[in-house]
């Protein structure tokens, strides 16, 4: 039985015509209709799917753009009665003289114990944060639920996100802004170069150019970093300092920020107040930093290498505890000056400062593995490496003077005790070694 005496006949339609060219012609017509319409439903059902799995039909959200952005910046959806009752509960101010605050990086190491110290002393606090998988997203959410039980709302979304922040400012009237969320880590700005420069740089723009148009401008309040000293070599390290000598791409968007801050403090007014943060640690840490991981290494039994400079040159960082850091924060944010512009108009001269928050006692990194084999009854194989020339630098130490006096700051907490507390901390939360971190 031939392909053709296969097809069922259709009685009066193609009876008359018998010719095999026309007959095959009528058929191919039929058929190619029917594969038409079912294709053309396929390619329809696409299209649905497309559209409403589309970032543009949410009531807003961000539009990924780059494998980049894919990491980062994920397509979060936000708005809604319920979702704003939240964002107004979570900035409303319950203390008298409190200030509301959008903390950006809430889920981040010091964004949450900075949002935890604003909401236990009565501010409003909304946090904002892009949860993205810099490093062990479960941390962060984590960090999440910590910050949801003390009353703190973390809204999912990314600072490049203009229409999202433009919301939150129809929202709540901040009074200030503490900007936390970045890219961290020196090391990573080799492998991702652009994400410094879409969080520390298009991020921070964009920051900017929301609190500069809403009316009343906030203050704000944002986080440096040590490493803009790069290549200075006078100690220790004083605001007045070169910073010209950036060593890494992650401290030349750092430096960028304080110049954009420059920017917009003198176009627009802004209170602007950076703060150059020195190798923080501590509770609910980041573990991308060399701390987080040599516990986990010495944990597993795992050499960790412990980088050494040029003719066994002794590599050290200013350590700074994270509660001192928190304190510096709140300090910076209580004594900041209002903005003095408005609706993108500057009124005025504005307050426009830097300060470095370090511990100002620089430890080698070889002490800081003995205070860790100590802590965790561990010995650490050791494995003595060149320091890479990837961005580290050989030490810092910070001159804390500038900050002493202006916010009263005044660090307590020294490595051996701060460890201590980090220490215990990862042990009850990682147990001592099967769950461990990623
Ligand atoms: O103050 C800052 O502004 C920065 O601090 C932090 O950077 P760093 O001071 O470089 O911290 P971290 O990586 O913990 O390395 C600590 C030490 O261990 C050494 N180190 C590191 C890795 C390794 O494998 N071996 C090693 O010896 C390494 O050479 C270094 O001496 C933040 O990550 C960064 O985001 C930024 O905030």
Redesign the pocket.
């Known amino acids: 039985m031939s392909h053709i005496d296969n097809i069922p006949s259709t009685p009066g339609k193609f009876k008359m015509d018998k010719s095999p060219y026309i007959h095959h012609r009528l058929r191919w017509h039929s058929s190619s209709i029917a594969k038409l319409t079912f294709w053309s439903f396929i390619f329809l059902g696409l299209i649905l799917v497309f559209f409403f799995r589309s970032p543009s039909t949410a009531p807003s959200s961000t539009s990924p753009s780059s494998d980049l952005s894919r990491r980062s910046l994920r397509t979060n959806s936000w708005g809604g009665p319920t979702w704003e009752k939240r964002v107004k509960s979570s900035a409303k101010i319950r203390s008298r003289n409190g200030i509301s605050v959008l903390v950006t990086g809430a889920a981040g190491f010091v964004g949450t114990h900075v949002s935890a110290a604003l909401k236990r002393r009565g501010d409003g606090v909304l946090g904002l944060d892009n949860f993205n998988d810099y490093y062990d997203p479960s941390l962060k959410r984590a960090r999440q639920a910590l910050l949801e039980r003390t009353g703190v709302f973390i809204v999912e979304g990314d600072i490049n996100d203009m229409a999202l922040l433009k919301k939150l400012f129809d929202i709540v009237q901040f009074t200030h802004v503490m900007h936390l969320a970045a890219q961290?880590?020196?090391?990573y700005a080799m492998e991702n170069p652009s994400s410094y420069v879409h969080s520390n740089i298009a991020g921070l723009v964009s920051v900017l150019e929301v609190c500069k148009s809403v009316n009343p401008q906030p203050a704000i309040v944002w986080a440096s970093?040590?490493?803009v000293y790069g290549l200075n070599t006078k100690v220790p390290f004083s605001e007045k300092d070169r910073t010209d000598q950036p060593a890494s791409l992650?401290a030349a968007t750092?430096k960028a920020g304080e110049e954009i801050a420059h920017t917009y403090n003198h176009i627009y007014g802004l209170s602007l107040t950076g703060l150059?943060?020195?190798?923080?640690?501590g509770p609910w840490g980041?573990p991308?930093?060399?701390?987080?991981?040599f516990t986990r290494d010495i944990l597993k039994g795992k050499s960790?290498?412990?980088?050494e400079a040029a003719n066994h040159g002794t590599?050290?960082?200013d350590f700074t505890y994270v509660d001192d850091i928190v304190k510096g924060c709140l300090a910076a944010l209580d004594t900041a000056e209002k903005s003095t512009g408005s609706g993108g108009k500057k009124k005025g001269a504005a307050q426009l400062r830097v300060f470095n928050l370090g511990n100002t006692s620089p430890v080698p990194?070889s002490d800081?593995v003995s205070i860790l084999e100590r802590l965790l009854k561990v010995k650490a194989k050791r494995l003595i490496?060149k320091?890479p020339r990837n961005g580290?630098v050989q030490f810092?130490h910070a001159n804390i003077s500038l900050a002493q006096r202006e916010l009263g700051y005044k660090p307590t907490t020294d490595l051996q005790t701060g460890l201590k507390k980090f220490v215990r901390w990862y042990l009850s939360y990682y147990g001592s070694g099967k769950k461990s971190a990623q």
């Open positions: 961290a880590g020196v090391r970093s040590s490493s992650y750092k150059r943060f020195f190798t923080v640690y980041r991308d930093m060399a701390y987080f991981f960790i290498p412990i980088f590599v050290a960082r990194v800081l490496m320091l580290d810092t």
